[in-house]
């Protein structure tokens, strides 16, 4: 039988907006906190935002820090959902981009899992230079231009960077992002 995971004692931001993939962000908060981590959702916006399920918005989720509140050091770990509209809002926004760039920091850098579009805010981050990710297929080439060795495959994981393409790969990905936060791996 497989060890279980545990991440008893953890914390996981996820940074969304409105426009999240809904379940790109409710099945890794779910599988993170099924696993014994504490996760907040972290958003430029108070309250709460909305997602994006198929065709139409879906649910709204409450955020539990704001941009100007959370800070990196006090997280064992970031997600980034996708959707169309989330990850395009965020990477307009300086403050969510150096949020994210500060889990990359040398000396600092933790594990980060992006699935479908959220690899856009990595790329304006620029964190993707020499890294082997994947993402939905119609960014492919935002993350080729901002360095990165691009594949079409399930889940890539490049030193504690996981990343997915799609709603379909999110077993795989929350599987494979629990285990960098268990294996203490790096987004060096």
Not at 94 to 102: D, K, N, P, T
Not at 115 to 136: D, F, M, Q
Request: proline share 5%; aromatic share 8%.
């Amino acid at each position: 039988m497989a060890e279980k995971k545990t991440l008893q004692g953890k914390k996981v931001a996820i940074l969304a907006t409105n426009g999240f993939e809904q379940s790109e962000l409710t099945s890794p908060k779910q599988a993170l906190q099924d696993a014994g981590a504490e996760v907040h959702i972290v958003s430029p916006e108070k309250g709460k935002i909305r997602g994006w399920e198929n065709t139409d918005w879906g649910d709204e989720v409450q955020v539990d820090k704001t941009l100007s509140e959370a800070k990196a050091e006090d997280y064992h770990a970031l997600v980034l959902p996708g959707g169309l509209f989330n990850p395009d809002a965020l990477r307009q926004d300086e403050h969510a981009v150096r949020f994210v760039q500060s889990f990359f920091k040398p000396g600092y850098n933790k594990p980060v899992g992006a699935i479908c579009h959220g690899p856009w805010l990595l790329a304006e981050a620029g964190v993707l230079e020499g890294r082997k990710v994947t993402s939905y297929p119609s960014i492919q080439t935002d993350l080729k231009n901002a360095g990165g060795d691009w594949v079409n495959e399930e889940v890539v994981c490049d030193n504690g960077l996981v990343t997915s393409r799609k709603p379909d790969d999110l077993p795989a990905f929350n599987r494979k992002v629990i285990e960098e936060i268990f294996e203490g791996r790096h987004a060096a």
